[in-house]
């Protein structure tokens, strides 16, 4: 069985190859027929997807293996047989050359031929020239997100950046997820309180960190920090750039300069504190505090429980 794959680009018009492959051939051989008739250096890293009928990344083949901080298994190109994978005329895919950019060749399977095999892939169509294989990230920017406070941005001398964020415009530009670092966003049931995204903006850009705690749940800058530092480790395989907005900063400085390890705090001992605020009130754990921490307790605001 042999595969036809039809190969375009977004950014040369004329830009068109076409390559035959036997179906048993790995992604590996089909990685190689593309820098065969592309002109592109096995120096870069590069990855396929697959993709669903709207060009959204389901499954990653990489080039060589990677850390990918989840329990799905890795895909490489050298061990992924094309046949294994693909099933169907119309499958599309996505040759990411350009990692840092996020640039992609899209193809695809425009024709099975059954009955025949396919010694070696063989390129049946070349026009256009290749698009250029690696530029700087300004290079690529669309100019409406290249932010530069002396001028106009999407022709709008007057616009509001805190408005922008909240639109996702810029990371419907940069095709990127953003994090929320605001503490109160993090709770259900609040969103009109905290201004939190919409479920249209959530629908238009992927949200992280929006929603997903209980009111009554306990969470820390730390909780935050530890968590969005692993999620980040996958997020940048996908994303070159990710957006964290909101909040005071606290959490984003937690994120970006690290925070000091904070123990957990026994259950039953911040339920007694609760409680002995309630039946007694602040005094209480205020002389508490001056016979452990006497130090402490004339820095803070004793006022402030």
């Known amino acids: 069985m042999i595969f036809k794959f039809l190969i375009l680009s977004d950014e040369v018009d004329d830009f068109k190859r076409a390559i035959q492959l036997d179906a048993d051939a790995t992604f590996l051989d089909f990685y190689k027929a593309i820098l065969g008739c592309t002109g592109f250096s096995d120096k870069e890293m590069a990855s396929f997807y697959l993709c669903d009928n709207k060009w959204r990344k389901r499954l990653e083949i990489t080039l060589v293996e990677m850390d990918t901080y989840s329990d799905e298994d890795a895909h490489t190109m050298e061990n992924t047989v094309l046949s294994d994978y693909l099933e169907d005329e119309k499958q599309k895919l996505m040759f ?19 009955g025949k095999n396919l010694e070696s892939p063989v390129c ?53 997820p953003i994090i929320s670092a605001d503490s109160r966003q993090l709770y259900r049931g609040l969103s009109i309180g905290t201004a939190a995204p919409t479920l249209e ?14 009111p009554t749940d306990y969470y820390s800058a730390s909780d935050f920090e530890r968590e969005v530092l692993s999620l980040l480790a996958t997020l940048h395989q996908e994303h070159p750039v990710v957006i964290m907005a909101g909040g005071s900063m606290m959490y984003i400085d937690a994120v970006c300069n690290g925070i000091d390890e904070i123990p957990n705090i026994d259950e039953r001992l911040r339920r007694d504190l609760q409680a002995l605020y309630r039946g007694e009130g602040l005094d209480p754990i205020r002389q508490q505090l001056k016979i452990l921490d006497p130090t402490f307790y004339n820095e803070i605001d004793l006022k402030n429980p």
Not at 125 to 136: C, F, N, R, W, Y
Not at 153 to 174: K, Q, R, T, V
Not at 201 to 214: E, K, T, Y
């Open 96 to 114: 990411v050359f350009d990692y840092l950019n996020e640039r992609a060749l899209y193809i695809e399977l425009s024709e099975i031929i059954t």
């Open 124 to 176: 049946t169509l070349s026009t256009g020239h290749a698009p250029v294989q690696i530029k700087e990230p300004e290079e690529v920017l669309p100019i409406s997100v290249i932010l530069d406070t002396e001028e106009s941005l999407y022709g709008d001398e007057s616009f509001n950046l805190d408005e922008l964020d909240a639109d996702g415009s810029i990371a419907e530009a940069l095709h990127c």
């Open 201 to 214: 903006q959530m629908r238009r850009v992927q949200h992280h960190f929006v929603g997903i705690l209980a």
